[in-house]
T-cell receptor, first 119, second 110 residues
Framework: DAGVIQSPRHEVTEMGQEVTLRCKPI?????LFWYRQTMMRGLELLIY????????DSGMPEDRFSAKMPNASFSTLKIQPSEPRDSAVYFC?????????????????FGPGTRLTVL | ELKVEQNPLFLSMQEGKNYTIYCNYS?????LYWYRQDPGKSLESLFV?????AVKQEGRLMASLDTKARLSTLHITAAVHDLSATYFC??????????FGQGTRLTINP
């Protein structure tokens, strides 16, 4: 298994630019989560999907953030326009209800993260 | 709203010593997860605790869950430098969501 794949691993951009982060979940998983991690706020859940449908986007900080999941193997998180306070590490995670490989229902597997720096 | 609190948030200890990290949560849940994060890396699942009284051990780490007290502990025995990392607990918040604690940054000095 390749695990959760994220790209890019590092992104440096200037304020006002559009940023797109990408995630490929573990094949067969039906839940996908986007998290943001900063020193000040810790690990925050931004949005999550079930079977490609957004279930809860209450953690999305503002309208500048949007996320899509056009199919079961791909999701994007877009920030437009970006601001310096968006600098963080963004993680994607996936899970499968009843995955026999997981030690329990709901175990989330995390990708390597994208380190975003907005100048 | 489910809240998860860890303590301590920072822990510096010497090799060979024992210590415990605590994870308290505010509402009923019977599933709790412990993750490890090395600097600049992703989160790696360590333990899954599924019921009251559950105890899991791997190497020098042992995790336990008391659902009645809404408390989980991660005990480190005879610490070694390789265990230096940030440890997170996460509680099942329902609807497939996990609510994470703030993390405990553990530094083990020779």
């Amino acid at each position: 298994d390749a695990g959760v794949i994220q790209s890019p691993r590092h992104e440096v951009t200037e304020m006002g630019q559009e940023v797109t982060l990408r995630c490929k979940p573990i094949s067969g998983h039906d839940y996908l989560f986007w998290y943001r991690q900063t020193m000040m706020r810790g690990l925050e859940l931004l949005i999550y999907f079930n079977n490609n449908v957004p279930i809860d986007d209450s953690g999305m900080p503002e309208d500048r953030f949007s996320a899509k999941m056009p199919n079961a193997s791909f999701s994007t998180l877009k920030i437009q326009p970006s601001e310096p306070r968006d600098s963080a590490v963004y993680f994607c995670a996936s899970s499968l209800w009843g995955d026999p490989r997981a030690r329990a229902y709901n175990e989330q597997f995390f990708g390597p993260g994208t380190r975003l720096t907005v100048l | 709203e489910l809240k998860v609190e860890q303590n301590p948030l920072f822990l510096s200890m010497q090799e060979g010593k024992n210590y415990t990290i605590y994870c308290n949560y505010s509402t009923t849940s019977d599933r709790l997860y412990w993750y490890r994060q090395d600097p600049g890396k992703s989160l790696e699942s360590l333990f899954v605790l599924l019921s009251n009284g559950a105890v899991k051990q791997e190497g020098r780490l042992m995790a336990s869950l008391d659902t009645k007290a809404r408390l989980s502990t991660l005990h480190i025995t005879a610490a070694v430098h390789d265990l230096s990392a940030t440890y997170f607990c996460a509680v099942d918040g329902g609807a497939q969501k996990l609510v994470f604690g703030q993390g405990t940054r553990l530094t083990i000095n020779p």
